[in-house]
């Protein structure tokens, strides 16, 4: 009679370690493509906010409202702008305060009016949305860029009460990126805005 051989120990742990070794290669796989189809939905979320974002910015600076006895454009600076302009159902215009928020928020606040005549005086307390979450814009790449015609920039900012009566178009351009350090490439995408009814 023939003793039937089984496996050895060794063979046995050899076995072992290729299997580890392919489930192993299989789980990290399957995490690289779960991390990059997360990272891929998340920039998808924050390209459709600063597109949202981009697209209220557009609107209520076309709606600034026209000149009376004051500056319907209250201050204008690289990351931050402020303005009158009529965004509700009442004839009034609503202070519209758009700022970055560190660390990467874009925000909109509006400001109601407490007269109903010019001038117009505001409430102390604006009521804040945030845009987006994953504003990347800085100095270098600012979210405003101010125009007196397509060609001449004004750059001295903050600007001046001057100045700020020669604006004739506003450059907006956000850029957003879930995480800077990482691919995919961030999304930037910008709109030159003319208000109508401004002189």
């Not at 974002?53 to 409202?65: C, G, M, P, Q, V």
């Amino acid at each position: 009679m023939k003793a039937e051989k089984g496996l050895s120990l060794i063979e046995l742990l050899v076995g072992l370690a290729i299997i580890s070794f392919v489930i192993g290669g299989i789980y990290a796989l399957y995490s690289f493509g779960e991390e990059s189809w997360r990272r891929a939905s998340q920039m998808a979320q924050a390209r459709e906010e600063g597109s949202l974002a981009l697209n209220f910015l557009a609107r209520d600076i076309r709606e600034i409202s026209p000149p009376d006895e004051e500056t319907t454009i209250l201050y204008a600076d690289y990351n931050e702008v402020k303005f009158l302009a009529n965004v509700d159902s009442d004839p009034e215009p609503e202070s519209l305060h758009y700022f970055f928020q560190p660390p990467n928020s874009l925000a909109r606040g509006v400001a109601e009016t407490t007269s109903s005549e010019p001038p117009y005086h505001f409430s102390e307390a604006e009521k804040v949305t945030t845009l987006t979450t994953h504003c990347q814009n800085s100095l270098s790449n600012p979210i405003f860029t101010y125009l007196v015609s397509t060609t001449e920039t004004l750059d001295n900012l903050p600007l001046s009460s001057d100045d700020l009566k020669k604006i004739k178009m506003i450059k907006v351009s956000i850029l957003v990126d879930v995480d800077p350090s990482r691919p995919p490439e961030a999304w930037q995408s910008q709109v030159i805005v003319t208000p109508r009814n401004l002189p």
